[in-house]
């Protein structure tokens, strides 16, 4: 139980180009998803927090413009890059919170890794 | 500012020995404490949690204790073994509200064969 997919995996795409990536809650429903941002050998960065239904909190810093969030259900959540620049180029992360948890529990995509030429 | 401290950076252990990393947090509304384990080009797992009503929770080899008077807790991993070689990150965060997890700053573990 409590898997959470990301797809796609890996993109590669032109600058200016916009991305959208996907994290789904395979076996549970997921009131809260959270996005990060992971750079080589550095932690988690957390972006926005994405609540079924309502609009993103998004963090100090991070460009709610730039980084779209939607979260149409309580198993989906997308991110989109728009017009994605080589800074944009990062480990992007997902995790969700099952609505069931006792606890903060939460699980954590496989990460789609982005790269923009 | 840095919420949640974390020690060592790195870490080699010999295969069977003790595992420790060392985390200390400041926010004292903080009331649930993961750990967890990331493989390179993976997403982080989680290993085990604690709450500050318990001061130690054990799962299989690993062990978390906690101080809450010193804001600190701290991963064991026992018997460490090659396949255990990961980053391990602390986190922590509040029951209520937005729950987000803000995370140390990683320990990269070698265990040697």
């Known amino acids: 139980g409590a898997v959470v997919s990301q797809h796609p995996s890996r993109v590669i795409c032109k600058s200016g180009t916009s991305v959208k990536i996907e994290c789904r809650s395979l076996d549970f429903q997921a009131t809260t998803m959270f996005w990060y941002r992971q750079f080589p050998k550095q932690s988690l960065m957390l972006m926005a927090t994405s609540n079924e239904g309502s609009k993103a909190t998004y963090e100090q810093g991070v460009e709610k413009d730039k980084f779209l969030i939607n979260h149409a259900s309580l198993t989906l959540s997308t991110l989109t890059v728009t017009s994605a620049h080589p800074e944009d180029s990062s480990f992007y992360i997902c995790s969700a919170r099952d609505r069931r948890g006792v606890y903060n529990e939460q699980f954590f995509g496989p990460g789609t890794r982005l790269t923009v030429l | 500012q840095q919420q949640v401290k974390q020690s060592p950076q790195s870490l080699i252990v010999q295969k069977g020995g003790i595992s420790i990393i060392n985390c200390a947090y400041e926010?004292?509304?903080?009331?649930?404490f993961p750990w967890y384990q990331q493989f390179p080009g993976k997403g982080p797992a989680l290993l085990i949690a604690?709450?500050?009503?318990?001061s130690e929770k054990k799962e299989g080899r690993f062990t978390i204790s906690f101080n809450k008077s010193a804001k600190q807790f701290s991963l064991h991993i026992m018997d460490s073994q090659p396949g255990d070689s990961a980053t391990y990150f602390c986190?922590?965060?509040?029951?209520?509200?937005?729950?987000?997890?803000?995370f140390g700053s990683g320990t990269r573990l070698q265990v040697q064969p």
């Open positions: 986190a922590a965060s509040k029951d209520t509200g937005r729950r987000a997890l803000t």
């Open positions: 926010n004292t509304a903080f009331d649930y």
């Open positions: 604690i709450r500050p009503d318990v």
